[in-house]
């Protein structure tokens, strides 16, 4: 069975600072993966997404992740948050091969501060 | 105006009685998909459906029904035999395309309490 574990579950920074947040993974065959954002009060929506390719991947709002395969990661980075960055943070992954499901980890709530 | 739409938004119930959270999506996805979101556990699946009368029990669907009689909706009962009822459930959507899936959409939440 596969498992994602998010290492950070609370981080607070203050603006302009540079975010990294951890995501592992635990399964042996190819995979989908995913960082999503719940912004307070709205829908959980997909920052950027990994299914093949350059392992290092942009999203939206300036957010990138890099898929390491040798280390079974997938970080979430961003050079300089902003205050409108505060939301949960979800890293995903889905097993290659069907519309299975996602596993996700246990999120990472990340406040900035002005 | 497509998406995934989750009614009602809050649901109050009393334990032992059977609740019923609507999920419909405009967005002509094959594949609808229900998770349980509770604070500090991140989002488990419960059921999933890859196309419509056939569905899937997904890691946590003890206490849960389902069914898929129409590609737009996934209605999801909860049954007085889920131990721990209260939470936020989200209901998602992708697209599937020769048995690979696109990135799921997900609708507003219901949340439900079960005094």
């Known amino acids: 069975a596969q498992s994602v574990s998010q290492h950070n579950h609370h981080v607070i920074l203050s603006e302009a600072a540079s975010l990294e947040l951890g995501c592992n993974y635990s399964y042996g065959g190819t995979v989908n993966l995913f960082w999503y954002v719940q912004y307070p009060g709205q829908h959980l929506q997909l920052l950027l997404k990994?299914?093949?390719?350059?392992?290092l991947v942009k999203g939206i709002k300036g957010f990138e992740a890099e898929f390491i395969k040798s280390k079974f990661s997938f970080n979430l980075r961003k050079p300089s948050v902003q205050w409108s960055d505060t939301a949960e943070y979800f890293c995903?992954?889905?097993?290659?091969?069907?519309?299975?499901?996602?596993?996700f980890g246990k999120g990472t709530h990340l406040i900035i501060q002005p | 105006d497509g998406g995934i739409t989750q009614s009602p938004k809050y649901l109050f119930r009393k334990e032992g009685q059977n609740v019923t959270l609507s999920c419909e999506q405009n967005?002509?996805?094959?594949?609808m998909y229900w998770y349980r979101q509770d604070p500090g556990q991140g989002l488990r699946l419960i059921y999933y459906s890859q196309i419509v009368n056939d569905f899937q029990k997904g890691d946590i669907a003890e206490g849960y029904s389902v069914s898929r009689e129409k590609k737009e909706s996934f209605p999801l009962t909860v049954t007085s035999a889920q131990k721990n009822p209260t939470a936020f459930y989200l209901c998602a959507s992708s697209m599937v395309w020769d048995r690979l899936t696109y990135e799921q959409y997900f609708g507003p939440g219901t949340r439900l309490t079960v005094t």
């Open positions: 995903a992954l889905e097993s290659g091969g069907g519309a299975d499901g996602l596993t």
């Open positions: 967005l002509n996805h094959d594949a």
């Open positions: 990994y299914f093949s390719g350059d392992p």
